[in-house]
């Protein structure tokens, strides 16, 4: 391994937050990722991994992570640097597969770890084995378990990274402070040192996003028939009468309409949709904009459903309107992430689809596609932190596009269907979104969100001063409530949904007038909105959304005149042998993160403008040839 460079690969977009978390890591012997989602937590990852690798020639190096998630942490090793990890599942002697002459790369599974199934770290514990960098990767913010059962293998590391997500008030930074206790290896002058987890930018913690820049947010506009839907049923669970679909995005999920019987045909002729279009606006605005950006052969979409069976129905629609399936791919729940790259995204003799229709469960499985150009949210999910994790997902291989993805949202002209779920589902979970831990979120920057939240924060404060009978049935439906069985039910969840937006824009003072004066609520609200924009915001002490300071770029960006020089002369090669002399040469003198950047921007330069087929791996091991030979 002394003879090969390991570089990380993901990107060349250095921002504060994924140069500071390795910085930390030196600084602290930890640090901790809040809201960092997938491709954004493993860019990360791979950059703390490669450090170790740079200082040690075997290190042993093991991440935690949920069983979902192992394969995707596989591939993105694998990939990216080169890595090869070994699984650990139920093995006696799993102490027997370490070895001092080579490094010790392992993946183990959270469930494992969690049932008393997985002796791995209690066998190393055991035997005095140290991790060089453990990383923790975290379902949800709960870790007493973890921390536990991490105490029972007696698991220490020298280093220890923790991704854990900040989608909500409570994030528990005192349990995350045990776990760094427990796991974390300390010299004996740095035993009584506090591990305390300290929340703010320049601390140990830090929160990050896996996209940079403005956001470049659409609306699709769309009308419904409301004398249509006037004069149909809505659909119901028989047993409770409570609605079967809230989601306001799919109305054959919503009301029997006589053309329900065509929208559960396995398939769609061009008849077929015809007349599901005369019903659906919604589906024939989407149409068209797909029309559109499919007259562009290099954009990569993404369209996002929250059930599944939407995703049938707008898959089944995307097909007969394309003639066909080629370009098209769906995400399959069933399939593992690896399979799903091998068998879906890249079939045997196809190019990489343009368009990919998938659920919130598909996580990271588009590790491995062109940098996303337009995501379309066809259904909104309940959570704004959801909905900014969609964002988010935007692809890693290199390209040259480095602006936001175009982010579609739907609204419909009478506010019934898309535009009910995200004024009053999605605004009225806005705590969800937001924490003690600075970070953007884009519902601030969707136009007309002012008037959104001024109308949702009145039709709470009625509900919770007025709540009746009558009422109970469209609460559930309106905001995805189906736990409300009564009047009070519906105005103890108003109360409280209303009373975390008040806390949140500081409006205590207007609310508590008995006749609301909605100009001054406007300026308020609108004022705090203006100043949210396109700035990092979190919760204070008192749970009132503020404008956090900003986090410095990292010091060591690479910006120097010689890195300019080396970038430039990368431009030119020709794609000949003789290159990667001339290039060794060219990067000797450049820093660890300089040589980094020019090399990755080298390879985008054979990979995309000459068009040699060489993998980023193939590429770096050609570059130490030079240097060894």
Known sequence: MSNIEWLWTSGTE????????????????????????????????????????????????????????????????????????????????????????????????????????????????????????????????????????????????????????????????????????????????????????????????????NM???????????????????????????????????????????????????????????????????????LEAFLKEIVTLLADSENRIVVYCTSQNTVNYVSKALWACNGGKKGICVYDRATTDGDFVKNELYKAGTEEPNIIVADDKAGSRFLNVEKITHIINYEYPESPATLEQRLTRVGRKPNANTEAPAFYIFCDDDYKFDGRMLRKTVLSNTGRAFSRVPDKNLLFDIDGIEEHFIVLILDLKFIADNAKDDIVESFRVEYNAPEVDTAADAADTAQKRLQSLVEMFGLQEIMKQDEVDGEQLFMQISEQIEKFKGNSVCLD???????????????????????????????????????????????????????????TGAWKHYRFDLKVPKSYKDFIELYNYVETH
């Open 14 to 209: 250095f921002d504060s937050h994924t140069a500071s978390v390795p910085e930390k890591l030196a600084k602290h012997g930890y640090a901790v990722a809040l809201n960092r989602m997938e491709t954004g937590k493993m860019q990360t990852a791979q950059l703390c991994v490669h450090d170790v690798l740079a200082g040690k020639e075997n290190p042993n190096i093991a991440i935690i992570c949920p069983k979902h998630l192992a394969p995707s942490w596989h591939f993105s090793m694998l990939w990216d640097l080169g890595l090869e990890f070994k699984y650990f599942g139920v093995f006696e002697k799993s102490l027997d597969l370490f070895s001092d002459v080579v490094a010790n790369f392992c993946i183990i599974s959270e469930e494992a770890l969690l049932s008393g199934s997985e002796i791995v770290l209690s066998q190393a514990g055991g035997s005095g084995v140290i991790w060089d960098l453990m990383i923790v990767d975290l379902a949800s913010a709960e870790t007493s378990e973890l921390n536990e059962k991490l105490k029972n293998t007696k698991a220490k590391a020298k280093k220890l990274l923790i991704n854990s997500p900040a989608d909500a008030k409570d994030v528990k930074c005192d349990k995350l402070s045990a776990l760094v206790k427990t796991v974390l290896q300390r010299n004996k002058k740095d035993k009584g040192a506090d591990c305390a987890i300290n929340t703010e930018p320049d601390g140990q913690a830090a929160a990050g996003r």
């Open 541 to 599: 002490e008192k749970g009132v959304l503020t404008v956090a300071k900003a986090n410095p770029a990292p010091a060591k960006a690479p910006n120097s005149e010689q890195i300019k020089a080396a970038a430039e002369f990368a431009k030119k090669l020709t794609g000949k042998k003789e290159d990667f002399a001339l290039l060794k040469a060219e990067t000797e003198k450049l820093s660890y993160c300089q040589k980094l950047s020019v090399l």
């Open 212 to 282: 940079a820049g403005n956001y470049n947010i659409k609306t699709i506009n769309y009308k419904i028939d409301g004398a249509l839907i006037a004069k149909t049923e809505r659909i119901d669970d028989v047993r409770l009468g409570v609605p079967l679909y809230s989601y306001g995005g799919n109305i054959f999920e919503e009301y029997s309409l006589k053309e329900r019987k065509t929208y559960l045909s396995d398939e769609y002729d061009k008849a077929q949709l015809k007349k599901l279009l005369a019903v659906d606006g919604k």
